[in-house]
């Protein structure tokens, strides 16, 4: 390959890096902001039919029509070897990529607009407050779910979380069935320990005031943690229905949207934690402050809402000091869906930016293959006629 030739191929590629740099620029300053984001939102695919689509296809025809001519005209005359005509098809091929993807520049143009507008560090934030607040979002139907709200989903203050345990007192046609709770406490010890010395094991039994087929009989499970053995079993029990500290928003432990890369477990558990600091340990106008909070992150998802922070926490406060009366109604009215959707999408467009679409990846390599071979084939015949 000649320098000329060389030199052709880099200014080729710096026209096409100011072009993909125009659609990020183009993609970057269209992008209509967060507030517009929905379910069907993604990043830019070939569509046929808008502005980027059109102008890509004359872009990339007017390109190619002008680099093929200048480089048959200017750069054909040599014989060139097989090694040569291997770099040189080489060439053409990253040509042809570049020349046929300007609309996924224009993807990362979007991307990098969405997160000047909306930074990862931010998104986690508004992540951990409707966590920390979500048993205090739901429709209030929702709250006559057992399977939504229940002791064992207690996860703060000690002793939770509970296990339940259900036991026929009495069969028959209308058997007696007696509940009770208990709280779920752990055992870690060298594995030696349990292996080779069950006196030693039995000594660690008496400390906790528990015998040996006692425990037998109450271990949900047993695990080894590299040279540690960890029980796990029902401690002692628990009465949460008689518990004043315990209300029914807390007997939720499900996140609204998890953190990304982050422990669903331990984000489950500084939830629980929080929102028992502010239900229990805090003053009144921290809840409210809280919903404040809230109250502007569903305006700045532009999520419709009825939501007034004082009149929330006053329902809650009732609720959480009436925790024996049915939940008929909480002033907590917005959008529930479109905030999950909204999120959802969001997620995507972070952490699984689709910038080559699926349904339209088979197309674009063939094309792009399609194109190289053409460009390849054209090159050969000019440059074998003009030897």
Not at 124 to 142: A, Q, R
Not at 252 to 265: E, R
Not at 298 to 321: A, C, F, G, M, S
Not at 367 to 386: E, G, Q, R
């Amino acid at each position: 390959m000649t320098k000329n030739l060389k030199r052709y191929f880099v200014k080729s590629v710096i026209v096409l890096a100011i072009i993909h740099l125009a659609y990020f620029l183009y993609g970057y300053f269209t992008f209509k902001g967060i507030s517009k984001i929905n379910i069907y939102t993604e990043f830019y695919r070939f569509k046929f039919y808008d502005d980027v689509s059109i102008s890509h296809f004359f872009v990339s025809g007017l390109f190619l029509l002008f680099f093929l001519i200048f480089l048959v005209r200017n750069h054909s005359r040599e014989n060139y070897k097989v090694g040569s005509l291997l770099k040189i098809t080489s060439c053409l091929l990253l040509i042809s990529f570049l020349t046929f993807s300007f609309f996924i520049s224009y993807s990362f143009g979007m991307n990098a607009k969405l997160k000047t507008e909306l930074s990862e560090n931010d998104f986690n934030k508004d992540k951990k407050l409707l966590n920390v607040l979500n048993p205090f979002l739901y429709g209030y139907t929702s709250y006559s779910s057992e399977k939504l709200f229940n002791y064992e989903n207690i996860l703060y203050p000690k002793p939770y979380p509970v296990i339940k345990q259900e036991d026929t007192i009495s069969a028959g046609e209308y058997p007696i069935i007696e509940t009770n709770y208990y709280s779920i406490d752990t055992i870690k010890a060298l594995t030696s320990t349990f292996d080779k010395t069950k006196n030693k094991a039995d000594s660690i039994l008496d400390i906790i005031g528990l015998d040996k087929e006692e425990l037998y009989k109450r271990i949900i499970s047993k695990k080894v943690i590299k040279d540690s053995t960890q029980i796990i079993f029902k401690g002692l029990p628990v009465h949460p229905e008689h518990d004043e500290d315990i209300c029914i928003f807390l007997q939720n432990n499900s996140l609204f949207n998890a953190v990304h890369g982050d422990s669903i477990d331990k984000q489950k558990y500084q939830s629980a934690v929080d929102r028992y600091k502010i239900l229990y340990k805090s003053k009144k106008d921290s809840l409210t402050y809280e919903f404040q909070k809230l109250d502007t992150i569903l305006r700045k998802y532009n999520i419709e809402t009825n939501l007034i922070p004082k009149q929330l926490t006053q329902d809650v406060y009732h609720y959480r000091d009436n925790h024996g009366e049915p939940l008929n109604g909480i002033r907590n009215n917005f959008e529930r869906k479109a905030l999950a959707e909204k999120f959802s999408t969001l997620d995507k467009l972070f952490y699984e930016p689709n910038y080559l679409h699926p349904n339209i990846i088979g197309i674009y390599f063939i094309v792009i293959v399609s194109v190289w071979i053409i460009l390849s084939l054209f090159y050969l015949a000019f440059n074998k006629k003009k030897e």
